[in-house]
């Protein structure tokens, strides 16, 4: 977000119809990683992944129900980012075309963002800098494995208040 940005009154709220999630859509994005033969050769239907700009971190992340609604967006400019439910649960991934990849104070394109409904048996794989919200999700708490650098959390958030800098918050619509 960029430091002049101030709070908006007129914040105009967004249906973002969700969409289920195929490789061909999610390609902008990122890399849908679907189930494979153990064995099969490494292929372009396999996330390409950047981690050498830090320590990679592999856990298991713990997250709370939310409001299926928001008024933020984040990316990661030195790591691509991996996302899978544990538990096989179905989730929702809000997300945008990566901009400015190396510039901190790039911003999204609302109305690039699209919305998206994971099947608990994949992955997805996001692009350095695509910017993304969520997981969202039904149950009281979710777990999730996440693949990132071990200090992505403390240094490498970059944020965008939508509603502040654009006026605008989205609501996942089913």
């Not at 939310?66 to 649960?89: E, N």
């Not at 075309?97 to 609302?110: F, M, T």
């Not at 992955?123 to 650098?149: K, Y």
Request: with cysteine; hydrophobic share 40%.
């Amino acid at each position: 977000m960029h430091p002049d940005a101030a709070p908006r009154a007129d914040t105009r709220l967004i249906g973002l119809p969700v969409e289920p999630i195929s490789a061909a859509a999610f390609a902008p994005f990122g890399t849908l990683i679907e189930p494979a033969e153990d064995g099969k050769p490494f292929g372009p239907d396999e996330a390409s992944l950047e981690l050498t700009r830090g320590t990679p971190r592999f856990y298991v992340m713990r997250l709370k129900r939310r409001d299926k609604a928001f008024t933020h967006i984040t990316r990661h400019l030195s790591v691509t980012q991996c996302l899978a439910a544990v538990g096989g649960q179905d989730w929702l991934l809000a997300v945008a075309p990566p901009s400015d990849p190396d510039n901190p104070d790039g911003e999204p394109d609302p109305a690039a963002i699209r919305a998206f409904r994971v099947p608990g048996t994949v992955a997805v794989a996001l692009h350095r800098a695509t910017w993304h919200a969520g997981p969202f999700f039904d149950a009281p708490t979710q777990d999730f494995f996440n693949l990132e650098l071990a200090d992505t959390n403390q240094v490498d958030h970059h944020n965008c208040l939508l509603d502040q800098r654009f006026g605008l918050s989205f609501r996942f619509e089913s």
